[in-house]
């Protein structure tokens, strides 16, 4: 499917995931669908992320970048990552 | 007093069940889970002074309520989110519809599938909106896939590939083999927003479809609390304007015979002109109550002849003859 | 339904109805122990698909409250397993007060060791030994974790033995009252043992979790720690409700993996299994 570069992430609401990191891997329970999905970094930090404001992939990969010492800052990537989290509802396309 | 009858007095007057014996609280549960109703029995019974062990068993129905809830509101998100690109209304139905909009029906309701409504033109594109995002078919069966497609209001059901969850797309609310063939464009014309973009129908038209799934459609099975929902809906909104929106749907003698039932079943307060029952009325009422102590139905030829009757609504004889066949073939049984 | 039995089974109360006096003899004969309730939680029904069934060839049918579709009947001299099998349904599929655990639990000074895996693990079988060693049986089936304390409640229901496991809990409990030899079942030979005076006395009382086994039988003995995110993963897979209770489900379970050890053990065979559950309690 095209990807237009307007294209926004938003997060869940915090208020709606409880996080708990147990030990590799972190629990989040999303409270609007009452699903627990078991995650691995990335994850956390992506939704951190996008938590202040939703943003286009760019930005996101920008901020990362600066956030965390991104080693191959790859947009093909965090593309995929996000599609994931769009799937499983922790992230809404709009 | 038959179990079923007694149910309905319960939700009628809750406090007709504090001087129940021990076997009619069993009986009462029992035949509440059966009908799917324990939820709203329960919420009924909150706040009463119950027994402790009936307590603990309301309480518990309401928390396991309040879950079906939470995931039928979401699958309703997770399909707002995948068809909100494609720009076309979409009516949320049933279940789903009293808890988005607060309906008073959805207190302890269970819900199950996902049931929506889009217009006829719009079929291909939101079932192809919905695979790309991960519903799928029921097992394809030829024979159920083509009947569907040809002859019924809805699509074959969808299944969520990760959530596991079914959607029923339907472009009007009866199958297009019925008699009756109500005014599927004018029910999406009439349909109302909601916050989320998602829509409901107008009052009158829930109504309408309430009893068109009531009275033209099913088998009564679960009749109690399609019954219920509609009790609720009048009592809440009254008569007006019901039987002429029915009768633009070619509905109007199943919301007059809708009206009668809930008087009689759940005291509903309703014209005086409904407040008679007929022959019919009695035999609607002994199938819609049948059950036993242990919530298992009773009066086998009388169900039988109300599925062989719901299936002449349907569908035209010589049809209905070949589709009983082939369900009996597939070892299909009418109730469980 | 024209016979009856009235049954409770730690907190849950049953309430079974068949066209039969067979199954409903055997249940009353082997939980003659058993409180019987007034008012029941779920409601199990042994019947006839139809009436000429109940005499000719009679196949069992499992109803109740819950069910599940096409699950196939059994014959009349099983009618004691179908019972037992409608009673773990409505648990499996309807309970909401507790977190349910598909795991057997053994008590000792208020402190619970939980044991689950597959089937064949072997977790009735440690569960039915250990009670002839003076461990208090909590149950070989399901544990109960109630999610307002993070307490684990008992479910001693008979205790079901399969196969080989039938000589081996015989052996250890010379005087145990069995329930009689269920042969050629859809699990092979099963046999019921009823839990001992003590279990069933207890059964009312919870205690707190302080062990988490994964066992495995049929395997050279090794013994391994379980991360709290595998173990988290392997409890949701073997609990049948841990979703329908939401919120509540999430933090008992999240509680119990953060607060109570996990281990994978490997047994070759029973006496290595006792050995390694002691000496890991």
């Known amino acids: 499917m095209g990807r237009e570069m307007t294209v926004l992430y938003r997060a869940a609401a915090p208020e709606t995931l409880r996080i708990v990191p147990l030990d590799a891997l972190t629990l989040i329970y999303h409270r609007a669908s009452g699903i627990t999905h078991v995650v691995d970094a990335p994850v956390p930090e992506l939704l951190e992320a996008l938590t202040p404001a939703p943003q286009t992939l760019d930005q996101l990969l920008a901020a990362l970048t600066e956030r965390y010492d991104l080693l191959d800052a790859d947009p093909a990537a965090l593309a995929i990552r996000l599609d994931e989290l769009v799937q499983a509802g922790l992230v809404e396309r709009l | 007093m038959n179990p079923g009858w007694r149910l309905a007095t319960i939700l009628r007057d809750p406090s007709a069940s504090l001087a129940f014996s021990p076997e009619e609280w069993t009986e009462l549960l029992a035949v509440a889970r059966a009908e799917q109703m324990a939820g709203t029995l329960a919420h009924r019974l909150h706040g009463l002074a119950l027994p402790d062990r009936i307590k603990r068993l309301v309480e518990d129905a309401i928390a396991s309520t309040e879950q079906v809830r939470l995931a039928a509101l979401w699958e309703a998100e997770m399909a707002r989110r995948a068809l909100a690109p494609l720009g076309v209304p979409v009516v949320l139905l049933k279940g789903t519809a009293f808890a988005a909009a607060g309906l008073s029906p959805s207190a302890g309701r269970n819900i199950g599938d996902l049931d929506i409504l889009v217009p006829l033109e719009s079929l291909g594109e939101v079932e192809a909106a919905l695979i790309a995002a991960g519903w799928e078919w029921v097992k394809p069966d030829p024979y159920d896939d083509a009947y569907y497609r040809r002859w019924m209001h809805e699509l074959p059901p969808l299944i969520h590939r990760e959530r596991d969850r079914m959607i029923d797309v339907h472009h009007t609310i009866l199958p297009l083999t019925a008699r009756i063939t109500p005014d599927a464009a004018g029910l999406i014309a009439a349909s109302e927003p909601l916050e989320n973009g998602l829509c409901i129908l107008s009052r009158p038209d829930i109504l309408v479809h309430a009893v068109a799934h009531l009275l033209a459609d099913g088998d009564l099975a679960g009749g109690m609390r399609n019954l219920w929902d509609f009790h609720c809906l009048v009592r809440d909104g009254g008569t007006e304007g019901l039987l002429e929106r029915a009768r633009h749907h070619g509905l109007a003698r199943e919301m007059a015979r809708a009206l009668r039932l809930s008087h009689a079943l759940y005291g509903t307060e309703v014209p005086l002109e409904y407040q008679r029952l007929g022959l019919a009325d009695r035999l609607y009422l002994r199938r819609l109550t049948a059950r036993d102590g242990w919530g298992r139905q009773t009066r086998r030829p009388l169900r039988m002849a109300f599925y062989v009757r719901s299936h002449w609504l349907r569908m035209p004889p010589a049809m209905l003859a070949r589709h009983l066949w082939t369900k009996y073939r597939k070892g299909y049984r009418p109730v469980g | ?281």
């Open chain 3, 1 to 281: 339904m024209r016979h009856i039995a009235h049954l409770r089974i730690g907190p849950a109360a049953f309430r079974i109805g068949s066209h039969w006096r067979a199954p409903i003899a055997a249940l009353e004969d082997l939980y003659r122990d058993y409180p019987k309730p007034e008012i029941p939680d779920f409601n199990v029904h042994l019947f006839a698909a139809r009436p000429w069934r109940r005499y000719l060839r009679p196949a069992v049918h499992i109803g109740g409250d819950f069910t599940i579709p096409d699950a196939a009947p059994l014959p009349l001299a099983q009618g004691l397993l179908a019972a037992e099998m409608g009673m773990n349904l409505q648990m499996a599929l309807a309970q909401r007060r507790y977190l349910l655990l598909h795991a057997s639990a053994v008590e000792r000074d208020g402190k619970a060791v939980l044991m689950t895996g597959i089937s064949g693990a072997g977790k009735s079988t440690l569960a039915a030994l250990l009670m002839a060693r003076g461990w208090r049986l909590m149950g070989d089936e399901f544990v109960l974790i109630d999610p307002r304390t993070g307490a684990a409640h008992a479910f001693p229901r008979l205790i079901s033995l399969k196969n080989q496991a039938i000589a081996v809990a015989q052996a250890a409990h010379p005087q145990g009252r069995f329930g009689p030899l269920l042969a050629g079942t859809p699990k092979g030979d099963i046999r019921h043992l009823v839990p001992d005076a003590r279990a069933i006395a207890a059964m009312a009382e919870p205690a707190s979790p302080s062990l988490i086994l994964f066992p495995r039988f049929g395997f050279d003995t090794a013994e391994r720690p379980v991360l709290p995110s595998e173990a988290f993963v392997r409890l949701t897979q073997a609990s049948t409700n841990y979703v329908h209770l939401a919120e509540p489900g999430f933090d008992a379970l999240t509680r119990l993996v953060q607060s109570v050890p996990a281990r994978a053990i490997d047994y070759p065979d029973t006496e290595v299994g006792i050995a390694l559950v002691e000496a890991l309690a």
